[in-house]
């Protein structure tokens, strides 16, 4: 079904996993950097909701659960929370913290109603233009290897696999460093 033409966004069905995305041009998606506490509710809604959907988990946990994952990756006063917006609706999510050597993604989610839809390729943008503003040479990440749809979405944004690895600490999963690294200093100059 195709939404009014003034609408950036139609909704499709996901054949292979019967449920309804969004489909949208990323130019729609504003993406808001900020530490407001609905913000931080909106992002433990996506996490939970994601991580749900990947680990095939009957039901998502319920946002109280998860919005502590999202506080205790805030603590510190350089941390933001880059949030995707279609419209009004939260619809993704970057959790940003300053490192020694650069910025780490904590935790980047998507609502699975818009897998699919570039929001996260948006969220890396706004991430990778977001160290280049603030001077930092590079931006990692850890994934789990076998989570094949963020790893896809890393690779095909330029993001480059590292050898370095390691056991999550509480699912036992493998986890590999992802890293972009910022050869220049101002948006959209930016290559891995």
């Known amino acids: 079904m195709t939404c009014a033409p003034q609408e950036p966004y139609r909704i499709a069905r996901n054949a292979a996993h019967g449920h309804h995305v969004i489909v949208l041009e990323t ?3 504003a993406v808001v950097r900020d ?8 992002a433990a809604r996506i996490w939970a909701a994601a991580t ?3 680990d095939n988990e009957p039901e998502p946990a319920p946002v109280e659960a998860a919005l502590p994952i999202i ?3 805030l603590r510190g006063a350089d941390a933001t929370l880059h949030l995707a917006r279609l419209r009004e609706r ?7 913290v300053v490192q020694h050597n650069g910025l780490e993604i904590l935790y980047l989610g998507v609502d699975p109603g818009a897998w699919g ?3 996260a390729s948006r969220l890396l943008s706004d991430v990778t233009d977001y160290a280049a503003e603030t001077s930092r040479p590079k931006v990692e990440l850890w994934v789990y290897d076998d989570n094949a749809r963020a790893v896809h979405v890393y690779r095909r944004a330029g993001w480059s696999a590292t050898d370095d690895a390691r056991i999550h600490p509480t699912s036992g999963r493998l986890e590999r460093r992802y890293v972009w690294t910022v050869l220049g200093t101002s948006p959209g100059v930016l290559r891995s």
């Open 27 to 29: 130019s729609s998606v």
């Open 35 to 42: 530490r407001d506490p609905s913000s931080q509710w909106e």
């Open 52 to 54: 749900a959907q990947r």
């Open 71 to 73: 506080e205790t990756g």
């Open 90 to 96: 939260a619809v993704g999510f970057a959790l940003v």
């Open 117 to 119: 839809a570039g929001i």
